[in-house]
């Protein structure tokens, strides 16, 4: 079984910064594309972005491109989120979660584990 820890998630400023964190129990980790899913309250899950197990392929939705940035690290067996200039409309619970392959994925049935959540708030 996988477990996927999130972190970093809290209260921010419009135009602030949080970086989110999801540490993986997994020995092969470095086999499978990551990807970070939200969900505000009363809407759907929305794909935010994905990565590829080597880290250089990398996949973004449309609202988050040139403000968010995924990366990993495969020797820690973690997977980041760094938010830059962030909007109240990002307000909602980040998901972590573990493809079923390695190449990087934007559909959520691609992904077969996830992450409790962590929640992140922008204040207007």
């Known amino acids: 079984q996988v477990q996927l820890v999130e972190s970093g998630g809290g209260l921010v400023q419009a135009g602030g910064s949080l970086r989110l964190s999801c540490a993986a129990s997994?020995?092969?980790?470095?086999?499978?594309?990551m990807g970070w899913f939200r969900q505000a309250t009363g809407k759907e899950r929305e794909f935010v972005s994905s990565i590829d197990w080597s880290g250089y392929s990398t996949s973004y939705a449309d609202s988050v491109k040139g403000r968010f940035t995924i990366s990993r690290d495969n020797a820690k067996n973690t997977v980041y989120l760094q938010m830059n200039s962030l909007k109240p409309e990002d307000t909602a619970v980040y998901y972590c979660?573990?493809?079923?392959?390695?190449?990087?994925?934007?559909?959520?049935?691609?992904?077969?584990?996830w992450g409790q959540g962590t929640q992140v708030t922008v204040s207007s």
């Open positions: 997994e020995r092969t980790f470095s086999s499978y594309a």
């Open positions: 979660a573990r493809a079923n392959r390695g190449t990087a994925q934007v559909l959520g049935i691609r992904y077969d584990y």
